[in-house]
């Protein structure tokens, strides 16, 4: 086969996005050209979280396709600039920080701390910026003073300050819903402040029962229209026309921010900027739990702290990006079980090449960097991706059994599975990995047979493999003692490095 060089990309110009306000897959044009040579620059705008609690599995598939996203589109060899906020100023923070008896901000700080935590164990890169809408408020109360002079928001006798949605004829157009469709079809306060029930708000003004007993409200800001706080799409607008302008290349974020959310971003944006908003509008699919919604009062959800106690944290990226980022993915325990007999595939096809002769090699397969490209040049079609890996690994096995040299595959293999956020650990220490909980420890079965793969490989003076068989039950709660008789077990605390 032909080779390419590791560090040349495909060239950009190819590449397809499912845009969700056309609801086709459009060529990708960057809104701006290349700066001398180095690729066009790109801006990238994602929804982040309300931190008032642990990210759950939806987060986690969000975090995880727009990461994808991010490493693809750099490969093809875009100057990307990825933001993605935090909303660190809501009704469901105030909540919560109240019904704890904690100070906001300190709540806050809390989940952001926990955030980037399930990020780095996700093994998502850091966004290029993350603002939060606390350090963007001078920059959202000038956008709604735009609004208010362009009479697009008017300040309501209650106080608060609303979009009026008649302003922005186009309103729904994310949705392909009109005005009176988009009102039947949510839940809309009754406001008598408002002069049509689909205007949203702003500027929240807040009083004196807000206070609480320390006598200021908690967080709030002086503005042209007294002591109040944002409203959540306005954040959005401000902190995105603040990082990247009033006009950029891609928004996106999970499936429930397309309506009221996105809408009301775009009416906002474009009636201040009399400028068409994002290029493209990209949204992930939803998660479901054993095919039902994920909820709380159905007692099936789960963070992804919970679900890393159990599994790897790459086994869940590996069963998040085998799935296209716009399906619906259905969270299961077996999922999660084929996804982890699929990873140890790759790892294991990893871990037989390492130490061979002519296991390095500074070019990859052409071939199967064209297939891989061409999966994800097709609006990111990672499961198309994902299959390519195993063809690699195929390729790889068949170099070992075959005594050629794997440097090659072997390359290939790592490059790829990078370029999706896998394959990135020795494979060593990636099958050392033990749960931290009990409920995942070896079935007695797999424990047999582990035992007699050990006792198979000292008969054959392979005692490094013996060893290893040895080291792993170790590491996964189960301690061996060789007698006469034979070899015998017991349970224990695992004693093997936990991977977070």
Known sequence: MTTADTSVGPAPGRLFIHDTMSGQKRLFEPL????????????????????YDYCHIGHGRVMVAFDVITRHLRALGYQLKYVRNITDVDDKILKRAAENGEDPVALTDRFIDAMHQDER????????????????????????????????????????????????????????????????????????AKRHPADFVLWKAVSESDAGSSGAPPLSWESPWGQGRPGWHIECSAMSFDELGESFDIHGGGPDLKFPHHENEIAQSECA?????????????????????????????????????????????????????????????????????????????????????????????????????????????????????????????????????PGEQLATLKALGSRLGLLEQDPEAYFLWSPKTADSALGEDEIEQLIEQRKQAKLAGDYAESDRVRDYLLARGVKLRDTRDGTSWQRVEPSGPIKD
Not at 32 to 41: L, N
Not at 171 to 188: D, F, M, Q
């Open 32 to 51: 701006h050209a290349a700066d001398s040579g180095d690729g066009a620059t790109v801006g990238m705008y994602v929804c982040g979280m309300t931190v």
């Open 121 to 192: 164990a996700l093994g998502v890169l850091p966004p290029d910026a993350e603002p939060r809408a606390t350090s963007h408020i001078g920059g959202i109360i000038e956008l709604i003073q735009r609004l208010i002079s362009q009479h697009a928001a008017y300040h309501a006798d209650n106080g608060d300050v609303y979009f009026s949605i008649e302003a922005f004829p186009e309103y729904g157009k994310l949705n392909r819903r009109k005005i009176e469709e988009s009102v039947a079809g949510a839940r809309v306060e009754v406001n008598e």
């Open 273 to 405: 900027s009399g400028k068409q908003f994002a290029n493209f509008w990209m949204h992930a699919g939803a998660v479901r739990v054993n095919k039902e919604k994920m909820s709380k009062s159905l007692g099936n959800f789960f963070t992804i702290r919970e679900i890393l106690e159990k599994y790897q944290p790459e086994v869940l990226r590996f069963f998040l990006v085998s799935s296209h980022y716009r399906s619906a993915i259905d969270y299961s325990e077996q999922g999660l079980a084929e996804a982890r007999q699929g990873l140890d595939r790759l790892y294991q096809a990893l871990r037989d090449a390492c130490g061979q002769e002519g296991a390095k090699a500074e070019v990859l397969d052409e071939d199967l960097v064209a297939a891989f490209d061409a999966a994800m040049n097709d609006d990111f079609n990672t499961a198309g991706a994902v299959a390519v890996l195993f063809t690699a690994a195929k390729e790889l096995n068949k170099r070992i059994r075959t005594a050629e040299p």
